[in-house]
């Protein structure tokens, strides 16, 4: 399987899900949208990753790659294709599938407990607990899409994840987030001068590393082996 990887910034890399996606057998073809690389106008591998970065879909004056990558978004959607959005990925997917972008009531940053809702999926259902705690480093949030399922919602933000035909998913947090990919965002995101009850400090955030990071990794490595089955192994469920 040749899975396309949409990088928006250095800080957020695929991290830990890359050894995870490689040891499942799987080529990676990265576009770098921080260093220049053009967005595909094609439909030219079997799933699409779409990471996070500093770009709010709620500013105003949005480079033009945004468009192109909801334009890809929609092609890969139409052409049956697996796709993963996380955190902005996330937003970019909900928002080319026709769904409201805003601002969420508080930030989450830091680790947070999710809890999935009542809509069924049967590939989360395999996957992943009815319950995690989970890395999260936003601001904004997305609506569900029409015809998609709510999956997961927290205490600060009701819509973390999303499905669509069990094949395309958004996750408002980082599963493939690793201790380089949090000590980065402490470093280098603007969000750290934010003040809010869902804003861990960063000693809270640095222990949650060794209390939460290893069944987090855990998830993550299920949900991409259902996600991206190595061949001969495809559990995903048309629906």
């Not at 770098?32 to 105003?60: F, N, W």
């Not at 997917?93 to 972008?101: E, Q, R, T």
């Amino acid at each position: 399987m040749r899975v396309l990887v949409i990088q928006h910034s250095a800080a957020d890399s695929l991290a830990a899900a890359e050894s995870v996606i490689a040891e499942l057998g799987h080529e990676i073809i990265t576009v770098r949208i921080d260093r220049q690389h053009p967005i595909p106008k094609s439909v030219d591998c079997d799933a699409m990753i779409m990471l996070g970065g500093p770009y709010p879909l709620t500013m105003e004056n949005r480079p033009d790659w945004i468009a192109n990558e909801q334009e890809l978004v929609r092609r890969y959607v139409d052409g049956g294709r697996r796709i993963l959005g996380i955190c902005l990925g996330a937003q970019i997917l909900a928002s080319a599938l026709g769904a409201p972008v805003r601002r969420n009531a508080q930030a989450e940053l830091g680790w947070h407990t999710i809890r999935r809702t009542s809509d069924p999926s049967s590939l989360t259902d395999e996957s992943l607990p009815s319950q995690m705690t989970v890395f999260q480093w936003h601001r904004d949030t997305f609506e569900i899409p029409n015809g998609a399922k709510h999956l997961y919602e927290s205490d600060g933000c009701r819509n973390q994840a999303f499905s669509l035909s069990d094949r395309v998913y958004g996750f408002q947090f980082h599963l493939e987030a690793d201790p380089r990919t949090i000590r980065a965002f402490l470093t280098v995101s603007k969000y750290r001068k934010l003040a809010g009850k869902g804003i861990q400090t960063e000693a809270e955030i640095m222990a949650g590393i060794e209390r939460h990071l290893p069944g987090q990794r855990k998830h993550m490595s299920s949900f991409l082996a259902h996600l991206l089955p190595s061949a001969g192994t495809d559990p995903i469920h048309d629906s």
